[in-house]
């Protein structure tokens, strides 16, 4: 799949310009008001897929990634956030333009999420059951089930995400399960709403590394078989290379280099993937690399220029004064850095 055409405006990819474009991401801009100022977190993002796609979005904790998904679904809490420019526009319509019913609609048929934390996504007042059907009933308003569709339109999604005895599931309540079962509730609670997009942001993360495993392969396999076009955002690397065909790259509030997944994996150009890829440990010896020295941009005062210029080891003048235009560098292959200007095809 090749990567969206560049833009010459903005210096990002142009998704807007994709005619079959699931969702796009049209130079979006999300400042929160806060104590003492404003906190400019996106500055300008571009994003674009195409349906069927699974599409890895990486970067350091802080740069952006879960703003951008909040912002898609509109739920990120207003004030204090605002959405200072941009469009989303999930097939053809723009999200941030929707009235409640067609935005209700979306969140029900077309896009879900799944959280990084299964226990603070799910209520501890109510069982499993009762979760799930207010899921369930929320997708299908408007439409006439029986009370037996309804309850077997809630225990199919348990049964997908494997959790044993799904009919007496339905009466427990999340404390009663371990990390791992309520991660698959919560996949399950994502898999009965919708089924065009789903949003998987660091699924598993809060878990021990075999519970995340296990959750991951089950995620990638009930991709493969319902054909669900998926943004998996997460810091392991090995898992956007063996689930993905394409990655972004993101980093303070911008997306930095994108590329089909084994374009970024063997030639990595952004000296910010760079240091992203020198920070996994080895297991072959060395330990983990020098990374990337210092930390994300304080949002309120945020660097001119470039946003990487401060920690970038390859920094020049001109960084410090332009934003870098996206440069194509392949087909498959873009990046926002003044490194490849004159790379361009
Ligand atoms: Fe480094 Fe300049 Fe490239 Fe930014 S534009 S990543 S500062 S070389």
């Known amino acids: 799949m090749s990567v969206p055409p560049t833009s010459r405006n903005g210096g990002s990819p142009a998704p807007s310009a994709r005619n079959d474009a699931l969702l796009s991401i049209n130079d979006l801009h999300v400042h929160f008001k806060v104590y003492g100022g404003i906190l400019k977190v996106l500055d300008g993002v571009h994003f674009a897929m195409s349906p069927g796609e699974r599409v890895g979005l990486v970067g350091e904790t802080g740069c952006g990634k879960t703003t951008t998904m909040k912002s898609i679904l509109r739920i990120l809490p207003m004030p204090p956030a605002r959405i200072a420019g941009g469009e989303i526009m999930f097939k053809g319509r723009d999200v941030l333009k929707m009235k409640q019913r067609e935005l209700r609609k979306v969140r029900s048929e077309g896009i879900s999420m799944i959280f990084q934390d299964p226990t603070a996504a799910l209520n501890p007042v109510f069982t499993v059951g009762q979760q799930l ?38 009466g427990t309540y999340p404390v009663q399960l371990s990390g791992g079962m309520r991660q698959r509730v919560c996949i399950a609670m994502a898999l009965a709403a919708s089924r065009e997009l789903l949003i998987a942001d660091e699924p598993g993360t809060s878990l021990d590394v075999t519970i995340q495993d296990q959750i991951l392969r089950l995620l990638r396999e009930l991709v493969e078989e319902k054909d669900v076009s998926v943004i998996l ?34 030639n990595p150009l952004h000296p910010y993937t760079h240091g992203l890829m020198e920070a996994v440990p080895k297991l072959t010896g060395g330990g983990v690399a020098d990374g990337i020295a210092g930390r994300i ?15 970038c080891p390859r920094a020049m003048k001109v960084c410090k004064q332009e934003k870098p235009t996206f440069y194509r560098v392949d087909d498959n292959h873009q990046v926002a850095c003044f490194l490849y200007r004159d790379s361009e095809k």
């Open 133 to 170: 059907e207010a899921v369930v009933k929320y997708s299908i308003e408007g439409k006439d089930l029986s009370k037996k569709e309804i309850r077997e339109r809630t225990l199919q999604p348990l049964r997908e995400v494997a959790l044993p005895d799904p009919e007496r599931m339905l």
């Open 233 to 266: 955002i997460t810091h392991t690397l090995g898992v956007v290379r063996e689930t993905t065909d394409r990655v972004y790259v993101m980093y303070a509030g911008r997306m930095v280099e994108v590329a089909d997944t084994p374009a970024l994996f063997d």
């Open 297 to 311: 941009p304080d949002y309120m005062h945020p660097p001119k220029g470039c946003r990487f210029h401060p920690r």
